[in-house]
């Protein structure tokens, strides 16, 4: 049984040693989802007066952390392919969106910087753009995108 | 109240157990992932959980020692030095945890970095066991930990549609879009922090604290019934809210600060303010109950003088041990580690522990030496052995898990 345990760790980890661009392209689009979701739900909380300032400051922060993370696993992943590489730009460029998003959403509710209703529309674009992405069919999985 | 306070310690180990730090984002994550799919597992941990809690109760009150020292005069030195080097490791990593989530609690209601708050949070710890009275510890931090129902009150606010929920916990299995390994890590992962091994440590020594005797059995019943099943139902709410909000916005959940996210939606400001200061209690009453763990297992494993009916300085070392258990975890913190990923590893190893605690205990409560008439019936026996064979397969099963899903991600 040891045995065994051990021979299935270490296939999981050359498994997971091997994870494509694709795959964690697709990742850091979840968590980016994810993360602008969070700021909008924060967001809309603040507005209607149903959170504290410093829990949606917390809340706003912890997305931001979240897609720096995400923007982060993306630069650092090499594309291997013309498509793989046009994928990158594209996530990068919807994330870095977002990640302006939620940073001026934060700067409004902390600082009262800019007007936290007018950052609204930002966010809701930011979470159709991530969106978009996350539903585009991945190459080889029979879309005819 | 007088009865309330006599399930204080059931409450504070339930609420340790199952709405810690580890369990709150555990159980937002599964919410917001698998809905009510794992429900099953809660239940199956409660009833784990509340036949061995009992165990390790009567034991303690039918002996007056707890199960730790007689573990060790029992099973010998060897068998009880590999389920104290299990226990006492996660345990470190679990008080590392719970400090750090005392501090991502304190930041939610400032919006101050916790790094800041890290030396206050094990400032607060230290300060309360060297000072407090256990009684004063368990009553204080397990009533305001009952704030966290505010979690089942939120999820009736949220108007949730049950049926699709009552299908979720009645159908279980992953979402298509889910692999079925990662549901397994996390079901393997619920049950290991729904049984963490230093719940029985500390109920039982804090039975001794209690100076629980023979009379006592019927309390230390109350107890388990009691805490354990709460504790289970704050689990099963808190992923029920993060079904109803979380999901359906396809946000999983990385941090502290989403899980409280629904009971803001439900409740506003009002529900708010319970849900942190229940969290800032149960963060703070799991970090008591697991430094005081760490050293209950030291000193009862070791035989030095330990309880807190003692002056620390007839307890030097018991108290010493945990002093340093604090700095530990005060340095690991210091590396910029995130706390929560610190208890989501801390409850995946102590899946893979768990038969080095149970199966001692069940050998013990067996022992007509020190159990005289009150060993086990023979139901409490077939529940007690198909019990560790499921722990047993969750051990096994835990750290394959852990890789294959790389951590469930």
């Known amino acids: ?145 | 109240m007088k009865r309330l306070f006599a399930v204080a310690l059931g409450v504070l180990t339930a609420i340790g157990g199952f709405v810690d730090i580890g369990d709150l984002v555990t159980n937002a994550v599964v919410g917001s992932r698998f809905g009510l799919g794992l429900a099953w597992v809660v239940l199956v941990g409660v009833v784990g959980i509340c036949v061995y809690a009992q165990m390790a109760g009567r034991v303690a009150a039918v002996s007056g020692r707890a199960t730790f020292e007689i573990i060790r005069e029992r099973l010998g030195p060897r068998a009880g030095l590999a389920n104290l080097a299990a226990s006492f490791l996660i345990n470190l990593l679990t008080v590392t945890a719970e400090i750090g989530g005392v501090a991502l609690a304190l930041q939610l209601a400032t919006s101050v970095d916790p790094g800041w708050w890290i030396p206050v949070a094990a400032f607060g710890v230290w300060i309360v066991i060297w000072r407090a009275k256990f009684e004063l510890l368990e009553n204080v931090t397990g009533m305001l930990g009952l704030a966290l129902i505010v979690f089942a009150v939120a999820l009736f606010m949220l108007s949730p549609d049950w049926g699709q929920l009552a299908g979720q916990a009645l159908q279980p299995g992953p979402p298509a879009e889910e692999p079925v390994a990662t549901y397994w890590f996390y079901a393997v992962a619920l049950f290991g922090a729904a049984m963490t091994p230093y719940e029985v440590f500390f109920f039982s020594s804090g039975a001794i604290e209690e100076r629980w005797t023979v009379e006592d059995l019927a309390k230390s019943r109350l107890n388990v019934l009691v805490g354990f099943p709460l504790g289970g139902l704050l689990s099963i709410a808190i992923a029920g809210c993060a079904a109803v909000v979380l999901l359906p916005r396809a946000i999983d959940v990385t941090s502290l600060s989403q899980v409280v996210l629904p009971v803001a939606e439900a409740g506003g400001k009002v529900a708010l303010a319970f849900v942190i200061v229940g969290i800032l209690a149960a963060t703070f009453g799991a970090a008591l109950e697991t430094t005081l763990s760490s050293g209950y297992t030291l000193a009862q494993y070791f035989g030095w003088s330990w309880g807190k009916f003692r002056r620390p300085a007839r307890a030097a070392r018991f108290h010493l041990a945990m002093i340093i258990g604090i700095l530990i975890a005060v340095g690991i913190l210091a590396t910029g580690v995130d706390p929560i990923l610190v208890t989501e590893y801390s409850v995946v190893f102590s899946a893979v522990a768990l038969p080095l605690t149970y199966l001692p205990i069940l050998i013990i409560a067996n022992d007509r030496e020190y159990m005289g008439d009150h060993v086990n019936g023979r139901a409490m026996n077939v529940v007690g052995q198909v019990y560790l064979v499921i722990i047993l397969a969750a051990a096994l099963t835990a750290i394959p898990l852990l890789i294959v899903t790389g951590a469930g991600a």
């Not at chain 1, 392209?25 to 300032?53: H, M, N, P, S």
């Open chain 1, 1 to 145: 049984m040891v045995a065994a345990s051990a021979a299935l760790a270490l296939g999981a980890v050359l498994l997971t040693g091997c994870t494509s661009a694709e795959a964690t392209y697709d990742a850091a689009v979840r968590q980016g989802v994810a993360a602008i979701e969070t700021a909008k739900l924060a967001v809309d909380q603040e507005l209607a007066g149903r959170t504290f300032t410093p829990t949606a400051i917390t809340t706003l922060g912890d997305a931001r952390r979240e897609l720096v993370d995400a923007t982060g696993q993306v630069a650092e992943t090499d594309a291997s392919t013309a498509a793989e590489a046009e994928t990158r730009a594209e996530v990068l460029d919807a994330l870095g969106t977002a990640l302006e998003a939620v940073g001026r959403a934060r700067d409004a509710v902390a600082s009262g910087v800019g007007s936290l209703g007018g950052v609204v529309p930002q966010l809701e674009d930011a979470a159709e753009e991530l969106s978009a992405l996350e539903q585009r069919p991945t190459p080889g999985s029979g879309g005819d995108g």
